[in-house]
């Protein structure tokens, strides 16, 4: 389900970075770069009526980012093919790609996922600068990384490492399948942290402006990496503010005093950070229209409920089943709660946020269930071929087979019985066993959440 999303203004730019022989001389391009190049580059050198960039030098500053020709892409792509499509967000069509070893000799062959720019969408040349500009030099474990780009004409494209797992939102909300393990949602939730935490504190801070469930990607073993820089800023640090008057992100995750004043620092991403707390903790989406009232806005809803154990009890994801640790999840809504303040300077910086969340998933009072797959921590120590028999076995079929080894199970357990009562028929009738099928499962979530 696609959140509704404030980004338009940016549009505007579309075309004001220079062409690509600039009337500056030779001389003076060449001094700022060179005064540029000793820090990371920022937006605004960038994107500046009066900046001196062109293009073509975003290729010497980023020296490591591919750029594509559109007869690459199309080679990478199939064409586009319809095949390969994974999805649509603001900036336009996403698709999966595979680079071949001989496309270039500094390129290893891997798939990717290809973005284009959608030209009559609401976002342009600016949100690709945007995602060129920070990605292209903020190297982490949890940011996407970014191989490269292409322009021609009118037309951008970003091309990203793949990402076999898709983004958080697919995962939480999907209807079908198994739900997310408690174990599995701290880890995504913690890496996202790192992630956030690494650009707030960059010497000049990125504030990210659009930190929620569907930019938060993962890979085979659950690491998330948060995606879609189009919307970030390079802001200053949390005593300071940044005022515009034009307000971009996307509804129920935007921090208040954001959206009424335009103030935004680094601590309007920590309150987003609370909301998709909260988001992992209920199971429940943002914002849900087809909720009443207050329920619609998940952060207003849920804030006043956090601190009463038993409250927080009845607003945790049913879909977990109640396997999940009590104190652990009482933690997670207290730091919510701090995140969630509407008095940004009362809200956690994300590295305190880390602190609070690293002991909880060594919390062991998780009661023990029917089988999971948990993702393996990072660094955890385990046998390496197992690891990588997992990851090379697509989960939903695992999870196909145990169900089909479950209800043959089943199958074989009722013919057990039925032989059972046909022997002892005179003793005892046989008693209908309530079976807590799958369709039901949906059923009851389907009502609780889609009602
Ligand atoms: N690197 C990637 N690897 C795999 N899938 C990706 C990758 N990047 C994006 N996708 C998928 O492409 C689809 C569109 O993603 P995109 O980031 O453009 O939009 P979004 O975040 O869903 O929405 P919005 O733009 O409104 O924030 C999503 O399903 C996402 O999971």
Redesign the pocket.
């Known amino acids: 389900m ?2 509704k ?1 404030w980004a338009t203004c940016r549009k505007y730019f579309l075309n004001c970075i220079k062409p690509k022989n600039t009337i500056l001389g030779p001389k003076v391009r060449a001094s700022s770069l060179k005064q540029i190049s000793s820090q990371r580059l920022l937006l605004s050198d960038v994107s500046d009526p009066g900046s001196p960039f062109s293009l073509s030098d975003l290729s010497i500053s980023l020296a490591d980012l591919h750029v594509f020709t559109r007869k690459e892409l199309i080679l990478i792509t199939k064409n586009f093919s319809k095949c390969n499509y ?6 336009g069509p ?1 698709y999966k790609g595979f680079i071949e070893d001989n496309l270039r000799p500094t390129l290893k062959a891997q798939p990717v ?1 290809v ?1 284009v720019l959608d030209l009559d969408g609401t976002q342009g040349h600016m949100e690709w600068l945007a995602e060129v500009v920070f990605l292209g030099q903020l190297k982490h474990p949890n940011l ?1 990384n970014l191989i490269g780009y292409s322009y021609e004409g009118q037309d951008r494209l970003l091309v ?4 076999p797992e ?2 958080l939102e ?1 995962h939480l909300f999907r209807r079908h399948g198994a739900a997310l393990p408690w174990l599995t949602r701290l880890k995504i939730i913690l890496g996202a942290a790192k992630g956030l935490c690494f650009l707030h504190e960059e010497a000049t801070p990125v504030i990210y402006r ?1 930190f ?1 469930t ?2 938060i ?1 993962l890979d085979l073993d659950y690491n998330a990496k948060l ?2 820089f189009g919307l970030a800023t390079d802001g200053p640090d949390e005593e300071k503010s940044h005022v515009t008057t034009c307000v971009m992100g ?1 509804e129920g995750y935007a921090a208040p005093e954001y959206i009424k004043t335009g103030h935004l620092t680094t601590m309007s991403d920590v309150f987003s950070f609370g909301v998709v707390l909260l988001e992992l903790l209920t199971g429940r989406r943002s914002v849900d229209n087809r909720r009443h009232g207050r329920e619609k806005n998940l952060a207003e809803w849920a804030r006043p409920l956090l601190k009463d154990h038993r409250k927080l009890e009845g607003i945790m994801d049913r879909r977990l089943e109640g396997q999940y640790s009590i104190e652990g999840a009482r933690k997670l809504a207290a730091l919510a709660y701090r995140c969630l303040s509407s008095n940004p300077k009362s809200r956690p910086t994300m590295s305190s946020v880390i602190k609070t969340l690293e002991p909880v998933l060594e919390l062991k009072d998780i009661p023990v269930g029917p089988f999971v797959y948990i993702a393996p921590v990072q660094g955890e120590n385990e046998c390496d071929n197992v690891k990588k028999n997992i990851k090379e076995l697509d989960l939903d079929e695992v999870r196909a087979e145990e169900k089909i080894e479950e209800k043959e199970e089943k199958i074989k357990k009722v013919r057990q019985r039925h032989q059972k009562v046909r022997r002892n028929r005179h003793r005892r009738k046989a008693i209908g066993r309530a079976i807590h099928s799958d369709t039901e499962l949906y059923r009851t979530l389907k009502s609780s959440l889609y009602s």
């Open positions: 696609a959140l999303k994974l999805g649509e967000g603001g900036f996403v996922a973005k996407v990203y490492e793949y990402m898709g983004n697919h659009d929620k569907s930019n990607l995606s879609d996307t």
